[in-house]
């Protein structure tokens, strides 16, 4: 398989300085935004690599360059079977998250 989130990341971003470009907070105080360095959107890289998601359910928050860029780069990267696109059925985060949350209520 290839290259994991962690190595992505730390490929692009490790000991290197830095920009957040951020809109909002999220309900729990987290910045919501995307990590550039050297100007480079780290996130539309993870994305390209098939190592990222886009999450469509929010991206008419995103400026519509970005949102084209987002798409663009996911629909390359599930073409050509990248990352997480390698698998026949990935599982998105969120269906995950939403997934164990029920199963931890089921088993209280």
Excluded: C, F
């Amino acid at each position: 398989m290839g290259p994991t989130v962690k190595s992505g990341l730390s490929a692009l971003a490790y000991r290197r300085e830095v920009a957040v470009e951020w809109h909002k907070r999220d309900r729990y105080g987290r910045l919501i935004g995307k990590v550039l360095v050297e100007r480079r959107d780290v996130n539309l890289a993870q994305v390209s690599s098939g190592l990222a998601w886009h999450y469509v359910e929010y991206a008419s928050e995103q400026p519509p360059l970005d949102r084209r860029l987002y798409v663009d780069a996911q629909v390359e990267a599930r073409q050509y079977r990248l990352g997480l696109w390698q698998e026949p059925s990935p599982t998105p985060p969120w269906d995950y998250r939403r997934t164990k949350r029920t199963s931890t209520q089921l088993q209280e």
